[in-house]
């Protein structure tokens, strides 16, 4: 069964940078759509950035322009660059298929904007 592993979350202050990647085996990410999503605390998860086969990029408003959402199809790996990050970037961030659940969903990397 194909698992889906986030990591690279800790704790930043605004305006710095992270690095999320996620690993997945059978090499989903050159087959599916593939999405990083965030749920903050009491909140419900959201769409952050999708990347499609052909490498098409899109992000939600809040985002664009900070964060950059690759991946590495021989590695099985995805990453989302995170750069001026904000309070409210403060979730814990998901990989998952992008409007398709391609496999259980992951237990997510914590991210925490703090001063």
């Known amino acids: 069964q194909v698992q889906l592993v986030e990591s690279g979350g800790g704790l930043v202050q605004p305006g710095g940078s992270l690095r999320l990647s996620c690993t997945a085996s059978?090499?989903?990410?050159?087959?599916?759509?593939m999405a990083w999503y965030r749920q903050a605390p009491g909140k419900q998860r959201k769409l952050v950035a999708t990347?499609?086969?052909?490498?098409?990029?899109d992000y939600a408003d809040s985002v664009r322009g900070r964060f950059t959402i690759s991946r590495d199809n021989a590695k099985n790996t995805m990453y989302l660059q995170m750069n001026n990050l904000k309070f409210e970037d403060t979730a814990v961030y998901y990989c998952?298929?992008?409007?398709?659940?391609?496999?259980?969903w992951g237990r997510g990397t914590q991210v925490t904007v703090s001063s």
């Open positions: 059978g090499g989903i990410f050159s087959i599916y759509p």
């Open positions: 998952q298929g992008a409007s398709i659940v391609v496999a259980p």
């Open positions: 990347i499609e086969r052909g490498g098409t990029t």
